[in-house]
């Protein structure tokens, strides 16, 4: 049988390359160029990464023709029916879901790690009050590397699985805070007694005159948007992620460095925008003008929520998230059915038109999570925060895999420079 090998010859010099060819269990395979620039004098060109796969990984697996998207291998339909987002947070850490005892035990390390150091709040009084909660939240992560030492070793296992634990339980408080301060009200603590989702909500809406409880609808639509924003393999964010920590940086500065990345609004910062375009469009008669300026190549606007580097039939994401849109709006007292409309009529609109059907342009996770956001109450400004609160977890589990990778180096990506040639400088003669 002939050895799994691709030839690269280079016509000019007719010297050729043998590059193996890397399987994976599902997917394209890759082909190892590493030995390209050593035998034929030149680097791959791959701007954006396009075409490049940057690591081996076992953790989250997509299928963007098929629309599939996979944890550990488990389909994330299956995953948003019937699992918790603590259970999913364990799956994509240890590779495999809890058993009773395991998630018992899990949940009771995760509550323990729920506070912050009360010289980390201090942070807070720092940022003008006006501060957008990312730029807060790029802040005071960052700053969590100066505060939690005993757990910054990161060539200890155990080190790493403490900050990893730290980051998962504190990432709602920090999130909570960074809100509370942004409209001048105190801090509310964690509460033991309170599952994950309950926890953090109550510390973004009780108040020292008013107790919250969160409508259990709502703790289970934001459940699964933290379900659904878990993982999702090598984007921007976790690249960064990746890619900052193998310089051997502490893992809540590298977390730090994703968070930056995120926020973008080609990134998680889409949601954001996405209801500030609805409530631009405000009625559905108006949805033929921005469909035109989308497509209009010297308008800088895009439909935001719409497209994806990866997925080209749908976004399962989308999919699960449309339908709880729908359970919730009928759930709850909101005036944001109006909202979801004009998105249905939207994204109706787009589909049927040429320019989106021939860039198989879909909606994506972010077309639709920030109606649900909006409808539990949450304030737009920290709907990218949500996120980055959800994503931890994969940010996490990605770099504590890395760190086990036998072919792990510091990341160094070439360039081909289109610079000035060397010249003197005007005084050497
Ligand atoms: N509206 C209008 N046109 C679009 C859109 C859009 N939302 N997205 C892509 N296009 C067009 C581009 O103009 C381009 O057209 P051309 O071939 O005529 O030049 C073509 O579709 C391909 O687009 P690219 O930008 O090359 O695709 P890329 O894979 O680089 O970008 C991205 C993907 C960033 C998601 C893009 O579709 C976009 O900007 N979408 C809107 C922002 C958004 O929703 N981001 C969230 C992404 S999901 C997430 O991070 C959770």
Redesign the pocket.
């Known amino acids: 049988m002939a050895e799994d090998k691709v030839t690269i010859t280079d016509k000019k010099t007719g010297k050729t390359v043998e590059a193996p060819v890397v399987h994976g269990t599902m997917g394209p395979a890759g082909i190892d160029i590493r030995n390209l620039q050593k035998e034929l004098g030149y680097f791959t060109y791959d701007p954006?990464f396009?075409a490049t796969a940057s690591c081996k990984s076992a953790i989250t697996y997509i299928d963007g023709d098929a629309g599939i998207l996979l944890y550990r291998g488990y389909p994330i339909e299956q995953l948003a029916k019937h699992s918790s987002y603590l259970e999913v947070c364990y799956l994509l850490l240890y590779g495999e879901l809890p058993t009773p005892k395991e998630m018992e035990e899990f949940q009771s390390i995760i509550i323990d790690h729920t506070m912050v150091h009360e010289g980390l709040r201090r942070f807070y009084s720092g940022f003008r009050h006006d501060a957008h909660p990312m730029a807060i939240m790029v802040g005071v992560v960052g700053a969590l590397s100066a505060f939690y030492h005993d757990s910054t070793d990161i060539t200890d296992p155990r080190h790493r699985e403490i900050s990893a634990h730290r980051l998962i339980a504190k990432m709602p408080s920090i999130a909570a805070d960074s809100y509370k301060y942004s409209i001048g009200q105190p801090f509310v603590y964690p509460r033991n007694d309170l599952g994950f989702v309950e926890n953090f909500m109550r510390m973004m809406f009780a108040v020292p005159t008013n107790e919250f409880k969160a409508h259990p609808k709502s703790v289970k639509a934001l459940e699964l948007i933290l379900i659904l924003?878990a993982d999702?393999e090598q984007?921007?964010s976790t690249s960064t992620v990746r890619l900052a920590s193998s310089s051997g940086a502490n893992p809540f500065a590298s977390v730090a460095a994703g968070i930056a990345s995120?926020w973008g609004?080609?990134?998680?910062?889409?949601?954001e925008?996405?209801i500030r375009m609805l409530e631009e469009i405000k009625d559905p008669k108006e949805i033929a003008k921005f469909i035109k300026r989308?497509?209009d190549?010297h308008d800088p606007?895009?439909?935001?929520?719409?497209?994806?580097?990866?997925y080209k039939s749908h976004?399962p994401r989308a999919v699960i998230i449309r339908q709880m849109c729908y359970d919730l709006l009928k759930e709850l007292d909101t005036e944001d059915a109006p909202l979801f409309e004009t998105a249905l009529e939207l994204e109706k609109v787009a589909l049927a038109d040429d320019?989106?059907i021939e860039?198989q342009?879909y909606p994506?996770?972010?077309?639709y999570s920030g109606i649900i956001l909006k409808a539990i109450g949450i304030p737009l400004n920290m709907f990218t925060v949500i996120?980055t609160m959800a994503r931890t977890v994969g940010w996490i589990a990605q770099w504590m895999e890395m760190m086990e990778d036998e072919e792990q180096r510091i990341g160094r990506p070439r360039q081909i420079y289109t610079g000035h040639p060397r010249r003197n400088h005007p005084s050497e003669k």
């Open positions: 954006a396009m924003h999702h984007n921007a995120l609004p080609a990134h998680g910062g889409a949601n925008a996405v989308a497509k190549k606007f895009r439909l935001m929520g719409f497209g994806h580097r990866i976004d320019y989106f860039r342009l994506n996770v972010d077309y996120f």
